[in-house]
Structures are given as structure tokens and as C-alpha cells.
């Protein structure tokens, strides 16, 4: 039976049956631009204007007294990030905390876990991952005396773009002490079976940590029931933070405790940090992973986003998100056919993150046509054109016509016009 023909229609019903239809409105969005790069830098919204605005009325009339006496208590935000955080991880409040970067948080939660011992000494990674995973790992091996070259096993993959859980379980060795990886691979946006890994993992003793950049606030997760150790992620990608927003770490229960690898006062157990006492008392929650003073302006806009999460449910996110990147899929295989794109996302529900990805030999070139045609897609050198149809603002029907613009632009040839080249950033 042959599949009927997707139209502007098909994408018009979907539309109608949206449960997610009115949280558009909640953004600022812009009529005649179709923005598909929120897995990198999410949208404004107005809630998060809103508690970035709060904390800015606090700071004016409030001054020192904004961190106990503001309407929303700076010395107290990061924690409350973390409660309202845990249920998009299926955590516990005590076992999040929002600080720092993912690269911050990396080097934090690997100067607490990885411990080299006897001859389990080695880092498991893959070789697909953000190189700022890679460079925080090296640098860490480095700081105990370790060569990266020899320490550091990065799981091969068989085609570029995706890597097999068996290869990355066959790597699970007794010289291993530590695991990190993506849950979602920024390139391909690929899935991997976080529940999987870990189990395989504990059963050789190693500890496991991911990078959560690419799936917080746009998939579930259930860290504590998958036994995940340790996790950090961004919050300026689908959780709509903003540029350098705050980003956040977990911490399984049974490690809750620990001392921190690197300690700073904002480590403290909130009651003692003003005794100013030069022994550290650290906090038992993930709290005893920050070190310094939050940085309240970059992170306040969260609050609001988080309450959008809160009310969307990220059950009803995820439906959407993987309607939506399904929806681009079939439209690839319907109208972009014989036109040189390859797609690199796995077509699997289970396998799929909240962006889709296609190779194509002028991939910069295309990224380029589409800015001008005002699509906002991002590219990936050397030929990776990402693109995220967002749950929370973006339709199906803006989705239908992106992926219509595409094959204009591809038809027409006008890509022509453009280098093949990156810019600086994308
Ligand atoms: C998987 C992954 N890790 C790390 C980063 C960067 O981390 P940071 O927030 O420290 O810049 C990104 C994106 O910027 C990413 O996609
Ligand atoms: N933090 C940034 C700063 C500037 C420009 C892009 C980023 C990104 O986040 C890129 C993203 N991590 C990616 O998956 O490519």
C-alpha cells in the first residue's frame, strides 16, 4: 500500500490536534522566519524575561538583601532550579543542582569520580562526541599523569554518524574505570540506550556518566531507575535559558556525599557556608558540586522556562518533537528524492533525539541559501545541516514549508550562489 501524499494539509490537521498548539504564543517568535536551530540556542519566552526582569527588580531594590529578601532568594535559586529541573530527569531535588557549564561541570564531576586505581585506570568515550567532552576527559587524564592516547578509548563508529551500543559494550574492559557519553550525538542526533549501557557497564564495575545536552527539555529521562551515576547538561539548547545560560549536574543518591574534587564555599552546606569556617562542610545534595557564587543573571530567565516544562509536560514535548521530526523525514523521502542528501539520523523512534540531520556535499552552501529565505537551520562542518522543529513553538505546518523551501533552493540551484564554506560559527 503506498503512503498518501503529505501536504500542507496533512501538516494543517496536525496542527489542529496539537495539544502543545498555545505554548507558541508563550515565545517570541517571528512570523516570517521559521527558526530550526533551538538545539542550539533555544527562543526567548516570555516567562524567562519575566524571572531574568524579577531578578533585576530584586538586585534594584533589594541590593545585598536580594539573596535572602528578593522576591526570589539568590542564595537559594540553584537549588530551587534543581527541584524544578528533576522531574525532566526522573530525579530526586537533592541529586540536581544548576552551576556552571557542561565543561565546568565535567571537569567538577571528574575530578570527584574518576578515581584511577591498580589497573583500572582507563576513560571509555566514543569518537563522535562534543570536543569539549573529549578535551575536558584528556585534560583530566592529563592532570593525573595519564596519556590520553593511551587512556582515553574512544568507541569507533561504523559510518560516521551513529555508534552501536554492542561496539560501545564490547569496549567495557576491567582496565576501564569511567564511562562518558551523549545521550544524543550532536551530529546525527542519534539516541542511545542509556539504560542499556549503564546496566552493561555497572556489570564491569565501571561508572557512568552522560552528557545531556541534546535531550534535556526535549525527551524524558529516568536517571535514578537506570542507575546513571552522574550526568551535567546546558540549559540555553531546548530549555530556552538563553546564551551562556546556567547548566546543571545530577548525581545518582548512592554518591550523594562525596567530597567534591574541586571545592569551592558554594559548596557548603547552606547553613554553615557564613561561618566562614577554612574546614569545608560540603552539602550532602548535589549542591556540594558548585563551587562559587551562581551566576544569577544568566541564570534567573530558566526559572520562568522551567514552569512552561512544568505545565507542557515533557511526555506531551516528546510526542510532539518526534511527530514533528518524522513528519521532515517523510518529507525528505518525498520530495527531496534524487537531489544528493543523505540522512544520517537514525529513522527509529527510540533511536531519534530532537533534531534530524542530512549530509550533503554542499551542506554549506544549502545553510546558506536557507538563511536567506530566512530558515534558520545550523551546519556542521564539513557537510551536516542540523535542523530542530521545537515542540514548544514551532508548528507543523512551519515544518512543511522548510522542508518545501529546501527543495526550492535544491530545484532552483540557488545554493549556487553561496561558498560552500562555514562562517565562523555555523
Ligand atoms: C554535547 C555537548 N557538550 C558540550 C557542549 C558545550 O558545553 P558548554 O556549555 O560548556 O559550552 C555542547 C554545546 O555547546 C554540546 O552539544
Ligand atoms: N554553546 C554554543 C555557543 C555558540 C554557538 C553554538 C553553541 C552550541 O551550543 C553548539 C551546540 N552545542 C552544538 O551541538 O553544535
Given amino acids: 500500500m503506498t503512503k498518501p501524499k503529505i501536504t500542507l494539509e496533512t501538516a494543517a490537521k496536525l496542527d489542529q490536534k496539537d495539544v502543545l498548539h498555545n505554548f507558541k504564543k ?6 516570517n522566519r521559521f527558526y530550526m536551530d533551538g538545539n542550539s540556542l533555544g527562543l526567548l519566552s516570555k516567562r524567562a524575561e519575566q524571572s531574568l526582569l524579577s531578578s533585576l527588580e530584586d538586585w534594584k531594590t533589594h ?3 536580594g539573596w535572602t529578601d528578593g522576591k526570589e532568594p539568590w542564595f537559594y535559586m540553584s537549588e530551587k532550579f534543581g527541584a524544578k529541573t528533576a522531574p525532566l530527569l526522573g530525579a530526586k531535588p537533592e541529586e540536581v543542582i544548576s552551576t556552571g557549564s557542561i565543561t565546568s561541570n565535567l ?3 571528574l575530578s570527584t569520580f574518576y578515581r584511577p586505581e591498580g589497573q583500572r585506570t582507563k576513560i571509555l568515550a566514543d569518537e563522535l562526541n562534543f570536543p569539549s567532552d573529549i578535551y575536558a576527559l584528556k585534560s583530566q587524564l592529563e592532570l593525573h599523569g595519564m596519556d590520553p592516547d593511551e587512556h582515553l578509548i574512544q568507541v569507533k563508529s561504523d559510518n560516521g554518524a551513529t555508534l552501536s551500543e554492542e561496539d560501545i559494550i564490547k569496549e567495557m574492559r576491567s582496565d576501564i574505570a569511567l564511562l562518558l557519553l551523549p545521550s544524543v550525538l550532536y551530529r546525527s542526533g542519534q539516541l542511545l540506550d542509556i539504560e542499556k549501557i549503564t546496566k552493561a557497564a555497572h556489570e564491569q564495575g565501571i561508572m557512568v556518566g552522560f552528557d545531556l545536552a541534546h535531550s534535556i527539555g526535549a525527551l524524558p529521562h529516568n536517571l535514578d531507575d537506570w ?6 547538561w546546558c540549559t540555553y539548547k531546548y530549555l530556552n535559558s538563553g546564551p551562556g545560560g546556567v547548566g546543571g549536574l545530577y548525581v ?8 567534591p574534587g574541586l571545592a569551592g564555599w558554594f559548596s557548603s552546606k547552606k547553613d554553615k557556608q557564613f561561618d566562614m569556617a577554612h574546614d569545608l562542610n560540603h ?3 548535589a549542591g556540594a558540586y558548585q563551587m562559587g557564587t551562581p551566576h544569577i543573571l544568566s541564570s534567573a530567565p530558566l526559572l520562568g522556562s522551567l514552569d512552561l516544562f512544568q505545565e ?5 514535548v516528546r510526542c510532539k ?3 514533528m521530526t518524522r513528519l521532515m523525514l517523510d518529507l525528505v523521502y518525498q520530495e527531496l528524492d534524487g537531489l544528493g542528501f543523505q540522512i544520517i539520523t537514525p529513522l527509529e523512534d527510540e533511536r531519534r533525539g530532537g533534531h534530524i540531520s542530512l549530509v550533503h556535499s554542499e551542506a554549506a552552501s544549502i545553510c546558506k541559501a536557507l538563511k536567506k529565505e530566512n530558515v534558520v537551520p545550523d551546519f556542521r562542518a564539513p557537510d551536516v545541516i542540523r535542523l530542530a522543529p521545537v515542540a514548544l513553538y514551532t508548528t507543523y505546518k512551519e515544518v512543511y514549508e522548510v522542508m518545501m523551501i529546501l527543495k526550492e533552493i535544491m530545484v532552483n540551484e540557488t545554493y549556487k550562489k553561496y561558498k560552500n564554506e562555514r562562517d565562523i560559527i555555523a
Fill in 26 to 31: 508563550e515565545f517570541y517568535t517571528d512570523d
Fill in 63 to 65: 541590593a545585598i538583601g
Fill in 107 to 109: 571537569h567538577q564531576l
Fill in 227 to 232: 542507575g546513571v551515576d552522574f550526568a551535567v
Fill in 252 to 259: 545518582n543518591e548512592k554518591h550523594l556525599g562525596s567530597k
Fill in 283 to 285: 552539602a550532602e545534595t
Fill in 312 to 316: 507542557a509536560d515533557i511526555k506531551n
Fill in 321 to 323: 518533537s518526534l511527530q
